[in-house]
């Protein structure tokens, strides 16, 4: 689903044409009409399915459009920790940046310069307060907070909050909002206690539910971190180290697929291609000579990625890094079917390092990195730290700080 069918302000569709975004992952697809409807929502969604842009796009766009919003604390995303409160000020950066609509984060371990100018935007007004709960807890106990605008409570990765014993604090922040709200609660698990804060906290909210699945535990996967030019003499190294005797190699594209097929070919690899360009005979053909073991070595688009019955892959590797979480689980579960073990490595170049760490998220937790064989030379260092958005830098008002220093009249809530 393209994101010009929401409907959206054109401001606010300036910052997604600039954060790149094309088309709405499914949570988006789900959540972002049901905001925009004003409905109380309780989803279930995972880092990395893209429930933070989910949650701040029809958010900034209700902002932006509607009149009577008073931009003094008018939504409050409480989150567990600084890192994440820090992440979503950062997208939240990036998303409004064509609109006037103001963010700050809010989260324990500042200095006094922080504590003084998180009072002024909290006592003055921001749109969006994004915070941790015993940080936002502390404020609204000294008294100058303005909670009587707020028209948005954002309540997100709420098992985690939940985990770390902040039950109380989240209670005693809710207790201080207006009863009038919108609520939205994301979490990636939906224990007994999350349903139970839902009932205090929700009114008749619609439930969405988007799980990836997991990879299978028994396949063992590693990434090589490499130059394009080196992945096609990588390949060749790693299927001559060892011999595996039914290996699927997936790349993104047919000419890829192509090439990399040539390529294997001519260095005396026994391998063959099967994509969309090939005649169905073809295909079966291929396909019958890759089960029936009478070819090694199978490269493909993703038109084998899901729901081809192949049992006794050893190995699969990714030529390129996957479009996303999905696709790779989908790949690398080619392997290590029938109570079999597998083997499954990717390829990452310089500019697929982003896109990698994104899959890295969803699956929650880091893919091991196998040191390249010496011969191959200078290899990319793997960067983890994530890209910052644009501007932003090491400022804690991420968004526009200037609204609440250079307009002060909004601090009367007027
Ligand atoms: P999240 O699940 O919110 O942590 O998002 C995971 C990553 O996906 C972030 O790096 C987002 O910038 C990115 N993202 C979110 N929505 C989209 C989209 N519609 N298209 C492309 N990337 C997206």
Redesign the pocket.
């Known amino acids: 689903m393209k994101f010009t069918e929401f409907g959206f302000d054109e401001r606010l569709m300036e910052g997604i044409d600039a954060?790149?975004?094309?088309?709405?992952?499914p949570v988006?697809e789900q959540v972002i009409p049901l905001v925009l409807q004003g409905k109380d929502i309780i989803a279930s969604a995972q880092?990395?399915?893209?429930?933070?842009?989910a949650f701040l796009l029809p958010l900034i766009n209700k902002i932006i459009t509607d009149p009577l919003v008073n931009h003094t604390n008018t939504a409050l995303v409480i989150v567990p920790t600084r890192e994440l409160a820090i992440q979503i000020a950062q997208?939240m950066e990036g998303l409004s940046y064509f609109t006037s609509v103001s963010s700050i984060a809010v989260y324990g371990g500042g200095d006094g310069n922080a504590f003084v100018q998180e009072k002024k935007a909290l006592s003055h007004g921001a749109d969006v307060v994004i915070c941790t709960p015993g940080k936002m807890m502390a404020h609204i106990k000294m008294g100058y907070v303005k909670l009587d605008g707020l028209k948005y409570l954002i309540l997100d990765e709420a098992d985690r909050m939940l985990d770390m014993g902040f039950y109380d604090d989240i209670m005693f922040i809710i207790n201080h909002l207006p009863a009038q709200r919108q609520n939205l609660l994301f979490s990636a698990t939906m224990p007994h206690k999350i349903r139970e804060m839902a009932r205090r906290i929700l009114h008749q909210p619609a439930e969405i539910n988007i799980s990836i699945s997991k990879p299978n535990e028994k396949i063992v996967q590693e990434a090589f971190v490499v130059y394009e030019e080196q992945k096609i003499p990588l390949i060749k190294f790693l299927l001559k180290k060892k011999d595996f005797a039914m290996v699927l190699i997936f790349c993104s594209s047919k000419q890829s697929v192509k090439q990399l097929t040539r390529d294997l070919q001519r260095a005396g690899i026994k391998a063959d291609e099967i994509h969309s360009d090939l005649d169905q005979d073809k295909r079966e053909d291929v396909l019958m000579q890759f089960k029936s073991r009478r070819l090694p070595i199978l490269i493909a688009t993703d038109i084998l990625s899901r729901g081809i019955d192949i049992d006794n892959i050893d190995l699969v590797i990714n030529y390129d890094v996957p479009h996303d979480g999905e696709d790779y689980v989908h790949r690398i579960g080619r392997t290590a079917r029938a109570a079999a073990e597998g083997t499954a490595y990717t390829f990452i170049s310089p500019r697929e390092q982003r896109k990698f760490l994104?899959i890295e998220?969803l699956l929650g937790k880091e893919v091991t990195k196998a040191k390249v064989p010496e011969e191959f030379g200078e290899v990319p260092v793997y960067n983890t730290t994530p890209q910052r958005s644009s501007g932003g830098g090491g400022n804690r008002n991420f968004s526009k700080p200037r609204r609440f220093n250079n307009n002060p009249s909004r601090g009367n809530g007027k």
């Open positions: 954060s790149g975004y094309e088309n709405a992952t988006q880092t990395g399915t893209g429930k933070t842009a997208h994104s998220k």
